[in-house]
């Protein structure tokens, strides 16, 4: 085997590749072939490094040299002078990795330094097409373990033991999932990876599956062989190209390797993974309704029980886990269930992947301890709001959660005391507002996809979230009474309580909690008409002070002629007038402030 | 090809040799090849690859092989230097043959060789 | 079936356990709101209306599809519950075009019985958006208004599990959801099969026939005009439903009485068409049998079924009895052998057909389906539409003394009557071949095992020294399963029958509306309404179709012979490939 003395790492997740990293890639491997040190100087592709804000990304090792935001014309500077002479090119590396002329490698910087990685530990460190990769650092061990060393019991008792809860979005325990998976007998039986990650923002399960797809594929097939399934599939959303392109090159890899397929290992077992693409609905992240669009069926959710670990797909007994979760269990295995628990807080085990997004300078995904707060998280990994901005408040658990203030950013992060504030981990999406943001526009903001991703199928959220969206869209725009905002929160709890599936039953939760933390900016809405950080553009008003000067720049620009002169005179000696703008006719567009003399600045918003 | 649990270890054993470099809590071996314009001009680039040549003949898989700029001692290039658990030693005038010796005898063996250090150079 | 302990409203009860909650309350006389539910056929707990509380769940529970529990501790009238029904109700009704007073269902709409139940009185939602709708009345047979749909699925449903055909389905998402055709298409390009069970189930108006009802008072009212009304089999024994008599009551003389007071020339029972029906075809599968024809011989008498072999299985096609089915043949014997026999000009005769069937209304349209230019059928009447004139006419129907069909055509056997009922056209034909085969009047002539509902029924029968097998389905499920038996060579047959509805014409599209509270309370209406056609087939002297002294006439007087020339100019028709999502 080739040993090389440095290795290139390039971020080929989705955010990077759609920064153009492959060709970053391919144009690297040529200017290594031209310096003549291609075969001294490995390219890997990767998967996603996390820090996505900062991308392309591409670490240099051994030295572990962090450049971020690498452009094409970038690459033959770093070939020339980093891999031929030997020179840290400091102008490109990111900001933080250099601090007073010292070159900080990529594990040393605050982002990575404060992470704690098992899902994502692979994810950035090894070619996610290469499964001899994932095999030198300790890939299959575990399947290897389970299959010789353990019985299925064993297994289950393991996973039981390291606390794991399920980190799709409920938090059901893991182990215990798997045991009533094991409990029905039937002649077929299967394992199904949820791969239909749908809040907006979250991507760690893309991540996963384009960064190391066999930690995966190695937990279901010990998942299978644990539950009694022989059978396993994989639902994921089409429009994660790279991850299926990566999922089937692994699949089609452990099968030639025999880690999948009849009789694995020798053992007798037999395990063989299929992959379902969808068409991308939220809802179909809901089990059941994952379970039916897989039957090839309309993604509508089905009541519950009967559970999936009873009657699953086609009816059979079959255990459903996130991709996450998953990733999660090769090492939980491998070192202990024990090892496992002793990370987190007492009902929160281990780590848990948050993909950091809004106003947050550095957004990304990052894989944290739990019971780190909420505060190292925003601050110490994310680095806080950008252009020094006022924290406001952090939106987790996606769409389906709810909003958290400043006074809870001490919170340690765990499932029960995010629910005990009104929101819940969810899928790990972790949405900052600062100070700019309107909780009220925010609050529809997330109305408005669970509206249109409702399936249809019962009339509280078909109906229902509709209603609710149209009731904010009445308060945001001022025509908001307190009769709309009684009637808001009575729908709220009134679909949170009837909903059929979970995504009807937490669709409310982000107008449930902005009512609970900032009511008075919904009252400034509906009382005083105005939106208190300007964000919702019917509440505003444009005035012209007395800076004006009578120029009448502002009136020419205004397409709906609303700006006329007043009968107040400015200057005897020009006799200009100064203008006004009628309210009633004026859209908000802003043509006059931008055509008001900066100097004179005498149009103001508000 | 399927694979046994045997093969599955020899492939891991195998793909790890080249692997440690990205895991730098594994690696106790350092070589840091002077590679300025000063060192490329009086001969570092074959030395480097000898070097690698060497490590790679040996399957020395926790050898680090980094490179540096110019140190200020161009009389003395091609130059590198071996840390060995935070132990420095400088070689210095090397050629591909003496640099296949150092790793050899000094990363191997562990044994210094002390008429291609720096310090004997410098007492000439 | 053990029972279990359950507690409702703080009261004990001891319960089976495969109960669902909504049944246990029913026990224990508790009738919980339903909308969507539908036993066996839609249970998906998607209306809401249905919401209890249960102790120890986080949020209300469906108690349609929550089955009971050892220890369930149930409350179904909290203000919780109540509350939460009536938002249910309002939202319903906020989407929901309340024309009420306009609509077909007026008076018959459980979603109306709801809101006076809950008496809704202010919708806030109501000035709020809604759904675009949709009207499709483009089909021949069957009228969509999605401006009524609630979306409770029981259409979906009994077109995917009743119909076995999976026409309508959702699409879109969210608020933008509704019940259609795949890709849009028109009813009539996507598929469907008019069997119209799809009406039957509808809580509301969202799906109705497309009426004749104007067409026929139109006709009444011309004094020049001959009208002439036939009713089928299966319309005596479930009109009486819809003038509050029991299911399964036969009021075949009520229905004569009532209709001759509308005004019509003449009342006929298409009975005396299906005897003709079994002359021809029985002939037609002796002939087949006999002459190395095609076989198995398919029925042809229900047009659902027609089209679904049109567009699913074109490559049978020439497996079909090229009979028309008896109401085709009853109008085209009315206008040329009745109206030369009346001496009255055919052109002047105008031929309602009442039928429990909406695919009827497409059928008496097919291009073939008249002679000499002369439309075999004008009108045809569903059960329900004729009911409606009926009381829109102000006729006390239950006051009615029974009438006699009028003559020279009125007359039929047992094996007439029975046609109503899955397995009856099977048997009846069944009693005339055996008949002609062993040349004798057999005593035994009752085939009991293509009776029941059963999905699928075959049997093998000596007659004339041959063995006959033969087979018989009923809906489109069960018709899918049994062609492709027979296409994969799995079975043999000679005579097979299908009808397009389950249960056959008894369950058909046109049938009375049974509310979900009874259909769900355990009635199988297919084998209630069936029973009156079974008795009425006992108590007929004669029941064998070639017995009939009428059908003996018309062929002696008119005729000649079954499958004569003259017989295949009037009552003999063909079929063609119809394509499913034609490309424009």
């Given at each position: 085997m080739q040993i090389y003395r440095s290795h290139v790492l390039i971020c080929g997740g989705t955010g990077c590749t759609s920064s153009k990293s492959l060709l970053i890639k391919d144009e690297m491997i040529s200017e290594l072939k031209r310096l003549g040190i291609h075969n001294e100087v490995q390219v890997v592709m990767t998967g996603c490094f996390g820090?996505?804000?900062?991308?392309?990304?591409?670490?240099?090792?051994?030295?572990?040299?962090?450049?971020?935001?690498?452009?094409?014309?970038?690459?033959?500077?770093?070939?020339?002078?980093?891999?031929?002479?030997?020179?840290?090119?400091?102008?490109?590396?990111?900001?933080?990795?250099?601090?007073?002329?010292?070159?900080?490698?990529?594990?040393?910087?605050?982002?990575?330094?404060?992470?704690?990685?098992?899902?994502?530990?692979?994810?950035?460190?090894?070619?996610?097409?290469?499964?001899d990769e994932y095999i030198a650092f300790d890939g299959y061990q575990a399947l290897i373990k389970a299959l010789t060393e353990m019985n299925p019991e064993q297994v289950i008792d393991e996973l039981k033991i390291s606390g794991l809860r399920g980190r799709g979005g409920a938090g059901f325990p893991t182990g215990l999932k798997w045991e009533f998976a094991a409990s029905y007998k039937d002649d077929e039986k299967y394992v199904c990876c949820n791969a239909d990650e749908g809040d907006p923002g979250a991507f760690m399960d893309r991540s996963i599956l384009e960064g190391t797809p066999h930690s995966v594929l190695e937990a279901m097939t010990i998942a299978g062989y644990a539950t009694g399934a022989n059978k396993g599939y994989i639902y994921v959303r089409a429009e994660y190209?790279?991850?299926?392109?990566?999922?089937?090159?692994?699949?089609?890899?452990?099968?030639?390797?025999?880690?999948?397929?009849?009789?694995?290992?020798?053992?007798?077992?037999?395990?063989?993974?299929?992959?379902?693409?969808?068409?991308?609905?939220?809802?179909?992240?809901e089990e059941t309704a994952l379970i039916e669009s897989i039957e090839g069926k309309r993604g509508m959710p089905r009541t519950k029980p009967p559970f999936p670990a009873e009657k699953g797909i086609w009816g059979k007994p079959t255990l459903i886990n996130n991709v996450?979760?998953?990733?999660?269990?090769?090492?939980?295995?491998?070192?202990?269930?024990?090892?496992?628990?002793?990370?987190?807080?007492?009902?929160?085990?281990?780590?848990?992947?948050?993909?950091?997004?809004?106003?947050?300078?550095?957004?990304?995904?990052?894989?944290?301890?739990?019971?780190?707060?909420?505060?190292?998280?925003?601050?110490?990994?994310?680095?806080?709001?950008?252009?020094?901005?006022?924290?406001?408040?952090?939106?987790?658990?996606?769409?389906?959660?709810?909003?958290?203030?400043?006074?809870?950013?001490?919170?340690?992060?765990?499932?029960?005391?995010?629910?005990?504030?009104?929101?819940?981990?969810?899928?790990?999406?972790?949405?900052?507002?600062?100070?700019?943001?309107?909780?009220?526009?925010?609050?529809?903001?997330?109305?408005?996809?669970?509206?249109?991703?409702?399936?249809?199928?019962?009339?509280?959220?078909?109906?229902?979230?509709?209603?609710?969206?149209?009731?904010?869209?009445?308060?945001?725009?001022?025509?908001?009474?307190?009769?709309?905002?009684?009637?808001?929160?009575?729908?709220?709890?009134?679909?949170?309580?009837?909903?059929?599936?979970?995504?009807?039953?937490?669709?409310?939760?982000?107008?449930?909690?902005?009512?609970?933390?900032?009511?008075?900016?919904?009252?400034?809405?509906?009382?005083?008409?105005?939106?208190?950080?300007?964000?919702?553009?019917?509440?505003?008003?444009?005035?012209?002070?007395?800076?004006?000067?009578?120029?009448?720049?502002?009136?020419?620009?205004?397409?709906?002629?609303?700006?006329?002169?007043?009968?107040?005179?400015?200057?005897?000696?020009?006799?200009?007038?100064?203008f006004v703008i009628d309210n009633s006719k004026c859209i908000k567009c802003g043509a006059c402030i931008q055509a008001c003399p900066p100097k004179v600045s005498a149009i103001v918003r508000q | 090809m399927k694979k046994s649990i045997a093969d599955l270890m020899k492939i891991r054993d195998e793909a790890l040799k080249n692997m440690q470099l990205r895991d730098q809590s594994e690696s106790n071996c350092r070589v840091v090849v002077g590679m300025g314009t000063c060192g490329i001009s009086a001969g570092a680039r074959p030395v480097l690859r000898a070097i690698i040549d060497e490590i790679n003949k040996r399957s020395l898989n926790n050898v680090q092989v980094v490179q540096t700029g110019c140190v200020g001692m161009c009389r003395f290039e091609p130059m590198f230097d071996v840390n060995i658990n935070d132990e420095k030693v400088t070689y210095v005038n090397m050629t591909s043959e003496k640099a296949r010796q150092v790793v050899v005898e000094h990363i191997v063996n562990k044994r210094v060789i002390r008429d291609y250090t720096i310090g004997k150079s410098e007492n000439e | 079936m053990k029972n279990v302990n359950i507690k409702i409203n703080g009261m004990d009860f001891e319960v089976p356990s495969n109960y669902t909650v909504l049944e246990a309350c029913k026990k224990a006389n508790i009738d919980i709101p339903t909308l969507c539910y539908l036993k066996e056929i839609n249970e998906t707990g998607a209306c809401r209306m249905c919401v209890v509380e249960v102790e120890g769940a986080r949020s209300?529970?469906?108690?349609?599809?929550?089955?009971?529990?050892?220890?369930?501790?149930?409350?179904?009238?909290?203000?919780?519950?109540?509350?939460?029904?009536?938002?249910?109700?309002?939202?319903?009704?906020?989407?929901?075009?309340?024309?009420?007073?306009?609509?077909?269902?007026?008076?018959?709409?459980?979603?109306?019985?709801?809101?006076?139940?809950?008496?809704?009185r202010d919708i806030y939602f109501d000035s709020f958006e809604k759904r675009t709708p949709h009207y499709d009345d483009s089909s021949v047979s069957i009228v969509r208004d999605q401006s009524k749909c609630i979306l409770c699925g029981r259409c979906v449903s009994a077109c995917q599990k009743v119909a076995g055909m999976g026409i309508l389905t959702y699409i879109n998402r969210g608020f933008e959801a509704v019940v259609g055709t795949g890709f849009n298409y028109k009813l009539e390009e996507a598929g469907c099969i008019y069997c119209g069970q799809c009406i039957n189930v509808c809580p509301v108006g969202a799906l109705k026939e497309k009426s004749h009802i104007d067409q026929v008072w139109d006709a009444i009212n011309n004094p020049n005009v001959h009208v002439v009304v036939q009713t089928a089999p299966a319309v005596r024994a479930s009109i009486g439903e819809e003038f509050g008599l029991e299911m399964g009551t036969r009021a075949t003389g009520k229905m004569v009485a009532a209709i001759k007071r509308l005004g019509v020339d003449k009342v006929f029972d298409t009975n005396f068409a299906a005897d003709l029906t079994i002359m021809e075809e029985g002939y037609e599968l002796l002939d087949r049998i006999q002459n190395n024809g095609v076989l198995p011989m398919l029925t042809s008498c229900s047009p659902g079924w027609i089209r679904l072999i049109e567009q699913y299985y074109p490559e049978f096609i020439h497996n079909l009895s090229s009979c028309k089915s008896p109401h085709?043949?009853?109008?085209?014997?009315?206008?040329?052998?009745?109206?030369?026999?009346?001496?009255?000009?055919?052109?002047?005769?105008?031929?309602?057909?009442?039928?429990?069937?909406?695919?009827?209304?497409?059928?008496?349209?097919?291009?073939?389906?008249?002679?000499?230019?002369?439309?075999?059928?004008?009108?045809?009447?569903?059960?329900?539409?004729?009911?409606?004139?009926?009381?829109?006419?102000?006729?006390?129907?239950?006051?009615?003394?029974?009438e006699e069909f009028d003559n020279p055509l009125g007359e039929y056997s047992g094996a007439g009557v029975i046609f109503g009922a899955t397995g009856g056209v099977m048997e009846a034909a069944l009693r005339t071949v055996a008949d002609i085969l062993e040349n004798k009047d057999l005593d035994d002539f009752e085939y009991n095992n293509v009776r029941g509902i059963e999905g699928i029924k075959e049997a093998s029968i000596e007659l004339g020294g041959k063995t006959v097998n033969i087979a018989v389905a009923h809906g489109g499920e069960n018709a899918k399963k049994l062609m492709d038996m027979i296409k994969s060579g799995e079975k043999e047959y000679h005579f097979v029958e299908i009808m397009g509805c389950s249960g056959g014409c008894v369950n058909g599209g046109g049938q009375p509306y049974v509310k979900a509270s009874i259909r769900n309370s355990g009635v199988d209406i297919r084998l209630a309404r069936a029973k009156a056609l079974y008795e009425e087939d006992e108590i007929k002297q004669v029941r064998k179709s070639h017995q009939n002294k009428q059908i003996q006439l018309l062929y002696k007087e008119f005729l000649e012979k079954p499958n004569s020339h003259k017989s295949h100019e009037l009552l003999h028709t063909h079929y063609k490939k119809q394509e499913i999502f034609p490309i424009s």
């Open positions: 820090l996505c804000e900062q991308g392309p990304i591409m670490i240099v090792y051994p030295e572990g040299t962090f450049y971020s935001k690498v452009k094409i014309s970038d690459v033959k500077r770093i070939a020339e002078e980093h891999l031929l002479k030997g020179r840290i090119v400091k102008d490109l590396l990111y900001y933080e990795a250099l601090e007073d002329e010292i070159v900080k490698s990529v594990e040393e910087v605050d982002f990575y330094s404060k992470q704690m990685r098992i899902a994502l530990s692979n994810c950035g460190v090894i070619d996610p097409e290469n499964i190209p790279i991850a299926v392109s990566r999922l089937e090159i692994a699949i089609k890899q452990a099968k030639e390797y025999g880690l999948l397929g009849d009789n694995i290992l020798d053992t007798g077992f037999d395990f063989d993974i299929e992959i379902r693409l969808g068409a991308g609905a939220f809802v179909c992240g996450e979760t998953f990733a999660n269990i090769p090492a939980i295995i491998l070192k202990g269930g024990k090892w496992f628990s002793s990370i987190g807080i007492p009902d929160s085990k281990g780590t848990k992947v948050f993909a950091l997004g809004g106003k947050i300078t550095n957004t990304g995904l990052v894989e944290i301890p739990m019971g780190t707060t909420l505060r190292q998280v925003i601050y110490d990994i994310g680095g806080g709001c950008p252009d020094n901005k006022k924290f406001k408040a952090v939106q987790t658990g996606g769409p389906s959660g709810g909003c958290l203030t400043s006074e809870h950013l001490d919170t340690p992060i765990g499932y029960d005391n995010l629910v005990k504030l009104g929101s819940m981990m969810g899928s790990g999406g972790m949405i900052v507002m600062d100070e700019d943001n309107c909780m009220v526009d925010i609050a529809r903001y997330f109305l408005d996809f669970t509206c249109d991703e409702s399936c249809g199928k019962c009339t509280p959220c078909r109906e229902g979230t509709k209603r609710l969206k149209e009731l904010l869209d009445r308060i945001c725009t001022g025509k908001g009474t307190l009769e709309d905002l009684s009637r808001l929160e009575e729908l709220a709890y009134y679909i949170q309580d009837n909903s059929l599936c979970n995504l009807g039953q937490s669709a409310p939760n982000p107008v449930i909690s902005t009512l609970k933390h900032f009511r008075d900016e919904y009252l400034a809405h509906v009382i005083d008409k105005k939106c208190p950080t300007g964000v919702c553009k019917d509440l505003l008003q444009y005035f012209i002070t007395d800076r004006c000067l009578g120029c009448g720049s502002c009136a020419r620009v205004c397409p709906k002629d609303c700006i006329t002169p007043t009968g107040e005179i400015i200057s005897e000696k020009t006799g200009k007038r100064r | - | 209300l529970q469906a108690s349609c599809v929550l089955k009971v529990r050892e220890g369930m501790n149930v409350k179904t009238n909290t203000k919780r519950v109540i509350n939460s029904r009536t938002t249910t109700l309002e939202l319903l009704l906020a989407n929901h075009n309340k024309d009420c007073l306009k609509c077909n269902r007026n008076g018959k709409c459980e979603l109306q019985d709801l809101s006076e139940r809950f008496h809704i085709q043949m009853f109008g085209a014997i009315i206008k040329s052998y009745y109206a030369e026999k009346a001496n009255i000009d055919p052109k002047d005769i105008f031929v309602v057909s009442v039928m429990p069937c909406s695919a009827k209304k497409s059928e008496m349209n097919r291009d073939e389906m008249e002679v000499n230019g002369l439309r075999d059928v004008d009108a045809v009447l569903t059960t329900r539409e004729i009911s409606n004139i009926i009381r829109e006419a102000g006729i006390r129907f239950n006051e009615l003394e029974d």
